[in-house]
């Protein structure tokens, strides 16, 4: 057979596929010895799952840490791969860029092409092998149970007994079940003949049952028979002898498990049980007693134990609650960051940023914008009321002051006795002298007919043809 005919894909070209089908994009690499359809096949998307992808250890890193502190390394651990902000080790009261010691080594970040259902998975970044340590242990637990059995299996024996059907006649006690091997009675939640709440009322609205806690919850929804019995539930259950009756019957429990010598038996002989957990209680007080003495006979401090009178005081607060549980009207605390928060700059006593107007940040105690500025406190603000105003034409300029007040009415007079002089001598035809410069108060009154007579008169006439004539004699 021919290689064309053993491998398709690399026969010659086809001459009825139209060009734009056969060629190639401009992106693609033209390659002409492989095939020249490629492109058109379907090509095989690489696997971004985590079963393809190598193993990445979390937490590694690269050898051992440096000695000195590197610049641009974290100043709190220093460690190269990130900054401050980023450390996950405990903030320290110095970091290691001004002490130099304890400096961690640095990670290994690897780079882990994960795609959609790679980045969900909940497995993602285990090890199998830590499963091993879980095998290990239940395997030594087991053991230790075996041992333990054989230990109580001959303790029974050398006391000459070793009936495995010493509480058998507890299997027929109702609401009781017994277990032949591990010769332990176990009570149950309620006695089968008796019919279960839950199935008083099946109304969807009536008091409900929760598997879970083997309760009925949502009591008193309607008044049902349902409800009716379970009303007083909770109540009968944590009131009288009913806690101490818990409180026995788990120590019975707790006493079987342990394999203790002296078993206790709630339901067989309560009278017994009780009086062995009363024993072990006082055994425990003598006890601790003991140890309390020597404690005392070797460290001393008895006057620190003797009991103050209590202080009987007396308080009436009204206090009232939000429906999220917080008492209405208190602060809520205001959670801290380990970002540098409230730090004044200069001599502001407020921080940039608290104070914004017109898309410019600034301070609250000054209103200025400036963040190197000095604070100028109330003067401040009113100065930028008043230049904002002003640049506004909200408010008219502010009077000079007294002395400039005196020294304007001077010059205004010597003004008003040249402007005299300056008319008489018009009138006398000596000519004229230049007026200077308008004065605010002139500005305010508009112009005079005096003014357009002096400008008509000073006016330059090009036309004139002896304007530039001069009389030298």
Known sequence: MSSSKRNPEKQAKNEYIPHFIAKKPFYLEDNTEGDYLEHQRLQNKKDLDLANQKWYDRGKRAGPAATKFRKGACENC??????????LSRPRKKGARWTGQDIQADEIIQEVELGWDGKRDRWNGYDSHEHKMVVEEHIRMEELRRESERKSTEDAEMEGGGDEDKYAEESEMPGQTYDA????????????????????????DSAKYDPKTRTMVDRGATQDQAAALVEEDNFMRSSGDAAEFERLQRAAWESRERGNKTKMHLQANPTEAEHIKKKEQQVAEERRAREKKALLERYGGEQHLVDKPPVLEEEE???????????????????????????????????WGSWWQSFKW????????????????????????????????????????????????????????????????????????????????????????????????????YNDPMANFVDTV
Do not use: W
């Open 78 to 87: 220093g460690a190269m791969t990130h900054k401050v902000k980023d450390c």
């Open 181 to 204: 091997a591990s010769r332990i009675s176990t009570r149950n939640l309620r006695i089968r003949e008796d019919t279960a709440k839950y199935l008083l009322n099946l109304d969807l």
């Open 317 to 351: 607060r009204y206090i009232e609650y939000t429906p999220s549980g917080q008492v209405k009207g208190r602060e809520k605390a205001v959670a801290k960051s380990k970002y540098t928060e409230d730090k004044l700059i200069n001599n502001h006593t407020a921080v």
């Open 362 to 461: 600034g301070f609250a105690c000054c209103h200025s914008t400036v963040k190197n500025s000095y604070c100028t406190g109330e003067e401040g603000i009113r100065a930028a009321e008043e230049a904002d105003k002003l640049r506004l034409g909200l408010m008219e300029p502010p009077a000079p002051r007294k002395a400039e007040q005196e020294k304007q009415e001077e010059q205004e007079g010597v003004e008003e006795e040249d402007a005299v002089k300056d008319k008489s001598k018009e009138k006398d035809g000596e000519g004229h002298v230049e007026k200077g410069k308008r004065k605010l108060k002139e500005l305010r009154d508009g112009v005079t007919e005096e003014d357009m007579e002096q400008y008509r008169k000073q006016q330059k006439l």
